[in-house]
């Protein structure tokens, strides 16, 4: 802050010795008109100072007349620091300011002789402003200022630097995690502070599985390194806040919580760290779609063809069993359980992709066990429908496993088949012999 | 034969599957002048004859015999039908009817005296 003044008496002491001068003049000569003067000067202050990066600013401005006369089209003419808005003024009336651009000019009109008028301009320092502001102001008006060296002041504004930076963790879906399915969320970076955070770098260091498949900032970039996702999310102002949207995939096979660790840092030292960096520490479940599906094909070669006529009594006929499991996690100890119909014998073999099988009476049971999500495999059976079977064949197929199953009504099938009778027959009739 | 004999009707009935046939139905269809008498090895019943086999399995043969007797209309040569059936559809019906023909022929007993008379 800086505070001219000049002292009033020394300015009297002058109007004395002209006044003196004046009245030594011969008698009887015309008298000259007397000079009007006005010794106007200006004062600065800027208050706060220091000043917050994005904080108000306001610069006080007192100008005096100092005399003798009165100062007419009194003005004020200074260029605001390039860092900084003007936004208002506030003085007594009749007194106005404007700025264009960084020029600012306040017309004080009329000042009489030890007259002070108050200017208040405030202005709105950038978010970005760093170092020191300085506003440099001259006052003048119409009559001649004898002491023009006080007609100029400036205001020397030191700038601080107020960065906040708050991280979270929002929209996380699902919750819990599940094994193999995806994961999103957004890490949201706000500032909080006046000022504005540069060279912002956001880190979240990941657990080993997941998988990102998406990175979607709300500006910069961002890039995957290693197990760190990391954003360059360059200057984040005051009261903004910017989202990444991230997309993963869970490893199908983990069980384990997954642990997020994320911070971000700017250039700026930071108002409050605490808030700078976030846990998140998310449950996991598994959930396995298992699915069978089963049809009657041809038989005794076994194809996937469907059967486009139906099973005949005292043939061969086939069973393709399809299982598979839907995921998203991967599924544990699989079994899947196939009843045959009571009036088919298995006599034509079992060919199975889902690990070995075994048939217990009318029950055929295989183990594929550990079946990766996306994991599909087929049993194919090979019947004789007993040849005094007429009705409708039943053969019911069910999967079962470890993990909770999302959609449980497709883990068993009933595949029914209506069975035609061929029977040829024939007949002999010998000619009677009379008896 | 003459008229009012017994004619036996042998019938053979085989089934080459797959499929069982239960139940087989054998007709026989008389000539005019036969009528049903009796079988043995099949339940059945007459006009013509209606015999009724429970169940044929594949390669099963079953042998009955119908008797039919004849009246004093019949005459020459006459033909009996036989059929079978299940409710089994049957791909090769060729083999399901069967004919038997016979022939009637009228034995006579005119037996002639000469006697002499003496005016």
Same mark, same amino acid.
Not at chain 1, 320 to 338: K, M, Q, T
């Given at each position: 802050?800086?505070?001219?003044?000049?002292?009033?008496?020394?300015?009297?002491?002058?109007?004395?010795?002209?006044?003196?001068?004046?009245?030594?003049?011969?008698?009887?000569?015309?008298?000259?008109?007397?000079?009007?003067?006005?010794?106007?000067?200006?004062?600065?202050?800027?208050?706060?100072?220091?000043?917050?990066?994005? @904080?108000?600013?306001?610069?006080?401005?007192?100008?005096?007349?100092?005399?003798?006369?009165?100062?007419?089209? #009194?003005?004020?003419?200074?260029?605001?620091?390039?860092?900084?808005?003007?936004?208002?003024?506030?003085?007594?009336?009749?007194?106005?300011?404007?700025?264009?651009?960084?020029?600012?000019?306040?017309?004080?009109? &009329?000042?009489? +002789?030890?007259?002070?008028?108050?200017?208040?301009?405030?202005?709105?320092?950038? $978010?970005?402003?760093?170092?020191?502001?300085?506003?440099?102001?001259?006052?003048?008006?119409?009559?001649?200022?004898?002491?023009?060296?006080?007609?100029?002041?400036?205001?020397?504004?030191?700038?601080?630097?107020?960065? +906040?930076?708050?991280?979270?963790?929002?929209?996380? &879906?699902?919750?819990?995690?599940?094994?193999? @399915? $995806?994961?999103?969320?957004?890490?949201?970076?706000?500032?909080?502070?006046?000022? +504005?955070?540069?060279?912002?770098?956001?880190?979240?260091?990941?657990?080993?599985?997941?998988?990102?498949?998406?990175?979607?900032?709300?500006?910069?970039?961002?890039?995957?390194?290693?197990?760190?996702?990391?954003?360059?999310?360059?200057?984040?102002?005051?009261?903004?806040?910017?989202?990444?949207?991230?997309?993963?995939?869970?490893?199908?096979?983990?069980?384990?919580?997954?642990?997020?660790?994320?911070? #971000?840092?700017?250039?700026?030292?930071?108002?409050?760290?605490?808030?700078?960096?976030?846990?998140? #520490?998310? $449950?996991?479940?598994?959930?396995?779609?298992?699915?069978?599906?089963?049809?009657?094909?041809?038989?005794?070669?076994?194809?996937? %063809?469907?059967?486009?006529?139906?099973?005949?009594?005292?043939?061969?006929?086939?069973?393709?069993?399809?299982?598979?499991?839907?995921?998203?996690?991967? @599924?544990?100890?699989?079994?899947?359980?196939?009843?045959?119909?009571?009036?088919? %014998?298995?006599?034509?073999?079992?060919?199975?992709?889902?690990?070995?099988?075994?048939?217990?009476?009318?029950? #055929?049971?295989?183990?594929?066990?550990?079946?990766?999500?996306?994991?599909?495999?087929?049993?194919?059976?090979?019947?004789?429908?007993?040849?005094?079977?007429?009705?409708?064949?039943?053969?019911?197929?069910?999967?079962?496993?470890?993990?909770?199953?999302?959609?449980?009504?497709?883990?068993?099938?009933?595949?029914?088949?209506?069975?035609?009778?061929?029977?040829?027959?024939?007949?002999?009739?010998?000619?009677?012999? $009379?008896? | 034969?003459?008229?009012?004999?017994?004619?036996?009707?042998?019938?053979?009935?085989?089934?080459?599957?797959?499929?069982?046939?239960?139940?087989? /139905?054998? *007709?026989?269809? !008389?000539?005019?002048?036969?009528?049903?008498?009796?079988?043995?090895?099949?339940?059945?019943?007459?006009?013509?004859?209606?015999?009724?086999?429970?169940?044929?399995?594949?390669?099963?043969?079953?042998? !009955?015999?119908?008797?039919?007797?004849?009246?004093?209309?019949?005459?020459?040569?006459?033909?009996?039908?036989? *059929?079978?059936?299940?409710?089994?559809?049957?791909?090769?019906?060729?083999?399901?009817?069967?004919?038997?023909?016979?022939?009637?022929?009228? !034995?006579?007993?005119?037996? /002639?005296?000469?006697?002499?008379?003496?005016?």
């Amino acid at each position: 802050m800086d505070i001219k003044r000049k002292s009033y008496a020394t300015l009297r002491l002058w109007l004395g010795l002209l006044l003196l001068l004046g009245s030594s003049a011969p008698v009887g000569a015309a008298a000259a008109p007397i000079a009007l003067s006005a010794d106007v000067f200006l004062t600065i202050q800027d208050m706060p100072d220091p000043v917050m990066a994005g @904080a108000a600013l306001t610069y006080h401005l007192y100008v005096i007349n100092g005399g003798p006369d009165p100062a007419t089209g #009194v003005t004020v003419t200074g260029v605001l620091p390039e860092s900084v808005g003007y936004e208002t003024f506030s003085a007594p009336s009749g007194v106005t300011c404007a700025a264009d651009g960084q020029a600012l000019t306040c017309a004080l009109g &009329t000042l009489i +002789n030890g007259q002070t008028v108050a200017v208040d301009v405030a202005v709105a320092v950038d $978010p970005g402003a760093r170092g020191t502001l300085r506003f440099a102001a001259v006052v003048a008006g119409n009559e001649p200022d004898l002491i023009p060296a006080n007609n100029s002041a400036a205001a020397q504004t030191q700038v601080n630097i107020d960065v +906040n930076l708050e991280l979270a963790f929002h929209d996380v &879906t699902p919750v819990p995690a599940i094994a193999g @399915a $995806p994961l999103t969320y957004a890490l949201v970076v706000a500032n909080t502070g006046q000022s +504005n955070a540069t060279q912002v770098v956001l880190t979240d260091t990941l657990p080993a599985e997941v998988q990102v498949t998406a990175l979607t900032p709300d500006q910069g970039a961002c890039e995957v390194i290693d197990v760190d996702i990391v954003c360059a999310l360059d200057v984040i102002g005051p009261q903004q806040v910017v989202t990444v949207s991230v997309v993963m995939r869970v490893d199908a096979a983990t069980r384990a919580p997954l642990a997020h660790h994320a911070r #971000v840092d700017s250039l700026e030292p930071d108002a409050e760290p605490v808030n700078n960096a976030r846990w998140l #520490v998310l $449950p996991l479940i598994a959930r396995s779609d298992l699915r069978v599906q089963a049809w009657p094909v041809p038989a005794p070669i076994i194809s996937d %063809t469907l059967m486009l006529e139906p099973p005949v009594a005292g043939r061969p006929l086939g069973y393709l069993i399809h299982a598979e499991n839907l995921g998203p996690s991967d @599924a544990n100890a699989v079994s899947l359980r196939v009843t045959l119909p009571p009036s088919v %014998t298995l006599d034509g073999g079992m060919t199975s992709t889902l690990g070995a099988c075994v048939q217990n009476g009318l029950h #055929v049971i295989c183990g594929p066990g550990y079946m990766t999500a996306g994991f599909s495999g087929t049993l194919h059976l090979t019947v004789t429908v007993d040849a005094s079977f007429v009705g409708t064949l039943a053969l019911t197929a069910t999967i079962s496993g470890l993990e909770t199953d999302p959609f449980p009504d497709n883990n068993s099938v009933v595949v029914t088949v209506p069975v035609a009778t061929y029977a040829d027959l024939s007949l002999l009739l010998s000619a009677p012999a $009379p008896l | 034969m003459n008229p009012g004999s017994l004619l036996a009707y042998r019938h053979v009935i085989s089934n080459a599957g797959p499929s069982d046939a239960a139940p087989v /139905l054998v *007709t026989d269809t !008389f000539p005019s002048g036969v009528i049903f008498d009796s079988a043995v090895g099949a339940d059945c019943t007459g006009g013509g004859a209606r015999c009724t086999i429970d169940r044929l399995a594949p390669g099963d043969v079953i042998t !009955f015999t119908v008797y039919g007797r004849t009246d004093t209309t019949v005459r020459g040569t006459f033909v009996t039908t036989a *059929t079978v059936a299940s409710p089994a559809e049957n791909l090769y019906p060729d083999n399901n009817t069967a004919t038997a023909i016979t022939t009637v022929r009228i !034995f006579v007993y005119l037996p /002639l005296t000469l006697r002499s008379y003496r005016p």
